[in-house]
């Protein structure tokens, strides 16, 4: 496509269940990023994907929060039993090489009751 | 700790006023610095970045930010601003791994700037 796709733009979820958040990339980006943006912060680094392989996953939180991207393109953030902290805007970005910029989607915002 | 640090956390101006946003990071080595820009109700967009050569680099929309090595900053300036820049601002820096390559973005906490015209 011709942006990053997140899906769905709003998620609220009880405190406890599980959530899966969908990243679309560019086409041909081989490059994956996760962020996560609290309220009057800057994007957080989570994840990055180099194609199907976690390059990096040191900004993940805990072991509640895990991401797969199994063909080198769409990627999905999960999230078990979560927690009331766990709510903010998750973003995703992609990049050809990861050294020119990101392009990043319009983000998923996840509010949990 | 690395970081990277915005020092003005709200900037209010009137149209036509010259604008200076700072940024220091404390990353020892090479890095590629960017800047980018969050227009209300829109996704993150580039506005700048600086990979080496000089270090005046020109942005869209008029936006210019210089690199100081000797400072680790890299501030984003406007000579005038306008109505539409009312946007929040993140600086980001792309520190060069070890073994070669970069990795990931890290980003500042961001500067909300407010234009009243």
């Known amino acids: 496509g011709a942006g990053v796709s997140q899906t769905p733009s709003n998620k609220v979820t009880e405190k406890g269940k599980y959530v899966e958040l969908r990243c679309d990339p560019i086409?041909?980006?081989?490059?994956l990023y996760w962020y996560r943006q609290s309220l009057g912060q800057g994007p957080e680094f989570l994840i990055y994907?180099?194609?199907?392989?976690?390059?990096?996953d040191s900004g993940l939180p805990n072991d509640r929060f895990f991401a797969v991207r199994p063909e080198g393109s769409v990627s999905t953030l999960k999230i078990q039993r979560t927690e009331r902290g766990d709510s903010a805007v998750y973003l995703c970005a992609s990049s050809l090489t990861g050294v020119d910029g990101y392009t990043f989607g319009s983000g998923t915002r996840l509010t949990v009751v | 700790a690395q970081s990277v640090s915005q020092h003005n956390h709200h900037v209010i101006l009137s149209e036509a006023a010259s604008l200076e946003l700072g940024c220091n990071y404390s990353?020892?080595?090479?890095?590629?610095l960017f800047w980018y820009v969050q227009y209300p109700g829109q996704h993150l967009q580039l506005l700048l970045k600086y990979f080496s050569g000089d270090p005046l680099v020109k942005g869209i929309k008029g936006f210019e930010a210089e690199f100081i090595k000797s400072k680790f900053s890299f501030n984003l300036r406007k000579p005038s601003v306008q109505w539409s820049d009312t946007a929040e601002y993140f600086c980001a820096v792309n520190p060069a791994l070890s073994f070669g390559g970069y990795n990931k973005l890290i980003f500042g906490a961001g500067t909300r700037l407010a234009v009243h015209p």
């Open positions: 994907f180099q194609g199907t392989g976690a390059a990096d």
């Open positions: 086409s041909g980006h081989t490059a």
């Open positions: 990353y020892g080595g090479t890095v590629n």
